[in-house]
């Protein structure tokens, strides 16, 4: 993980404001209770400058998830569209991680949050390879965690709501104490669900599996991008749960999200995985990194250029 080094502008509640600016009160209600939905979108460098990835589909999730938690944003997709644009532009980077991010603010305490404010940012800063560059060349090694995934019965996975990431933080910090890089959650029927940051996939004998929505995840933009890639290629797909044990049997594992791409996942708990090439892994590597950079002309109205 590295330092957010600071930009030039955020978009605060309809304007862009200096980073430092960017402030909130002690007291805002979010902080306390967890409500506060977010994305994480990124920015890349392409021939053509700057281009935002799939910010449409971003923008959807973003507004399911308000949708959801009953948040009546004050900004409507629009002018949160033109607020990611703007923001690449007033900070002139090219490659960057942009974080829309809605919450109820300062006024009320109390369990209700509907009678507090809502406020709407949208911040961006550069920000490599969320499992390292190491990870994404070699793969990572992976434990299972002894957390359960939190259940949509409990906190709905499709809303990208910070509560969620307080059971992914259990996860990832036990990962790491013990020595891994990253945690696979099981959900509460004890089928694999994703990572604590990450939606997992699993190659054997050249078919492709990820678990299905119900397994009780984010419906990662990268996982879409990922099944749309390999079914263009021909090869072979399936939504499918999965249990613990075909985790160590596959033949190739990986971790697909906005922040992580596309890492390879060398072992899981002291188990390597097939026989470490990962070709398939590769093939779609390679693939998405062709999309993203604006090299892939099927997929050209993924890519929202800023200039
Ligand atoms: N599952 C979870 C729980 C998740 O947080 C993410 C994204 C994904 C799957 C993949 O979704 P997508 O990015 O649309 O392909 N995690 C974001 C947050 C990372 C963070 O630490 O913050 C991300 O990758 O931006």
Redesign the pocket.
């Known amino acids: 993980m590295v330092a957010i080094r600071a930009q030039k502008k955020i978009w605060m509640d309809g304007k862009l404001v200096p980073w430092d600016e960017a402030r909130v009160h002690v007291l805002t209600h979010g902080l306390h209770y967890g409500y506060t939905i977010f994305e994480?979108i990124r920015c890349h460098r392409t021939d053509r400058g700057p281009a935002i990835f799939r910010l449409d589909e971003h923008l959807d999730r973003f507004l399911n998830s308000a949708k959801i938690y009953r948040m009546r944003l004050p900004f409507d997709r629009s002018a949160l569209h033109q607020a990611c644009t703007d923001l690449v532009r007033a900070n002139d980077v090219d490659e960057a991680y942009l974080r829309p991010v809605a919450f109820s603010g300062y006024g009320e305490m109390g369990l209700d949050p509907t009678k507090c404010p809502v406020q709407v940012a949208v911040a961006l800063w550069p920000w490599g390879a969320?499992l390292g560059s190491e990870g994404v060349e070699k793969g990572v090694r992976a434990t299972i965690s002894s957390w359960v995934r939190n259940d949509a019965r409990s906190l709905p996975p499709q809303a990208k709501c910070a509560a969620n990431y307080a059971n992914?933080a259990l996860a990832k910090m036990e990962a790491t104490a013990a020595g891994y890089e990253e945690a696979i959650l099981l959900n509460s029927e004890g089928k694999v669900a994703?990572g604590?940051?990450?939606?997992i996939f699993r190659v054997r004998d050249r078919v492709l599996s990820t678990p299905p929505a119900s397994s009780g995840?984010?419906r990662?933009?990268?996982?879409d991008s990922v099944i749309q890639l390999a079914h263009e290629q021909g090869i072979a797909f399936q939504r499918t749960d999965f249990t613990r044990e075909e985790l160590f049997t596959a033949d190739e594992l990986f971790y697909?999200?906005?922040?992580?791409g596309i890492t390879p996942i060398r072992e899981v708990d002291g188990r390597p995985i097939g026989d470490g090439k990962h070709p398939l892994t590769r093939e779609l590597q390679g693939l998405y990194e062709a999309v993203i950079r604006g090299r892939d002309p099927r997929h050209a109205s993924w890519l929202t250029y800023t200039n």
Request: aromatic share 6%; charged share 15%.
């Open positions: 994480g969320y992914s994703e604590p940051g990450e939606n995840i984010l990662g933009i990268t996982r697909s999200g906005t922040a992580a």
